[in-house]
């Protein structure tokens, strides 16, 4: 499923709407460039939660944590060198819980990532406009078509 989205608050309502959905035990991969969204999605996935906290990018701390409706687990693997470094802070223990995940930049940990996840890639869409951007969700648990038929 994919969507164009322009503003900061579009990007929001979808993760708003995915965050009222997200069950326990739920991982949620996030994919795209510095600046492209990841964070705000993060955000409204949060607020779909229940959750009132300030929401910010834990790049330097790799995750923190949220209580809302269910547990969110937000990690920022930027600066992640090696595997083992995410492996030490016990990141089997928060994906196999009954929080939800939200990982951002993903793709640098692939391999630790089970396969049964919900994939979010954003991507700019410079030939449209600089504040273009293109999320593409990737899954394969039904109750997220419910997304299908948003209009932003």
């Not at 930027?78 to 793709?107: K, L, M, Q």
């Not at 996840?117 to 504040?131: A, F, M, Q, R």
């Not at 951007?133 to 109750?143: F, L």
Request: proline share 3%; net charge negative.
């Amino acid at each position: 499923m994919e969507f164009i989205v322009t503003t900061v608050d579009e990007t929001y309502i979808i993760g708003k709407l995915i965050g009222s959905l997200v069950n326990s035990g739920d991982i949620i991969c996030l994919i795209g460039d510095l600046g492209t969204g990841k964070t705000h999605l993060t955000k409204g996935i949060a607020k779909g939660l229940g959750i009132e906290d300030l929401i910010t990018s834990p790049t330097f701390t790799i995750v923190n944590e949220y209580t809302g409706r269910l547990k969110l687990y937000h990690f920022d693997v930027y600066r992640v060198n090696d595997p083992d470094e995410i492996e030490a802070i016990g990141f089997d223990d928060y994906i196999f819980s009954d929080g939800v995940s939200v990982i951002e930049w993903a793709n640098y940990i692939q391999e630790l990532i089970p396969p049964n996840n919900l994939t979010i890639t954003i991507e700019k869409v410079l030939d449209l406009g600089d504040n273009y951007r293109k999320i593409t969700i990737k899954y394969s648990d039904k109750r997220y078509d419910y997304i299908k038929g948003i209009r932003l």
